[in-house]
Nanobody
């Protein structure tokens, strides 16, 4: 059974930092492209950051220079370090694991991030 469990969300003031973690089980983690998505109220889910099996990363323009995605294959975990947080970063953040050749696409349940003073 595949499980992606996010943690690390919460309430933070503007300018603050959070680190999200996503622990994966039930998959061969190292062969999956991992991503962090977010969905704010009334908006569509968007890709925030992705990391390939060989460590290449990509980011949505609005978070470049502030967020960093990383992975630890030994721990089956992907991280999202979020710095200089803004109120517009408020959303539910979801972890995604995707393996195109195997046609596998898995999602976590999400963790709430609220940026407010």
């Amino acid at each position: 059974q595949v499980q992606l469990v996010e943690s690390g969300g919460g309430l933070v003031q503007p300018g603050g930092s959070l680190r999200l973690s996503c622990a994966a089980s039930g998959i061969i983690f190292s062969i999956y492209t991992m991503g962090w998505y977010r969905q704010a109220p009334g908006k569509q889910r968007e890709l925030v950051a992705g990391i390939t099996i060989d460590g290449r990363t990509n980011y949505v323009d609005s978070v470049k220079g502030r967020f960093t995605i990383s992975r630890d294959n030994a721990k089956n975990t992907v991280y999202l370090q979020m710095n200089s947080l803004k109120p517009e970063d408020t959303a539910v953040y979801y972890c995604n694991a995707r393996q195109i050749e195997l046609r596998q696409d898995h999602w976590g349940r999400g963790t709430q991030v609220t940026v407010s003073s």
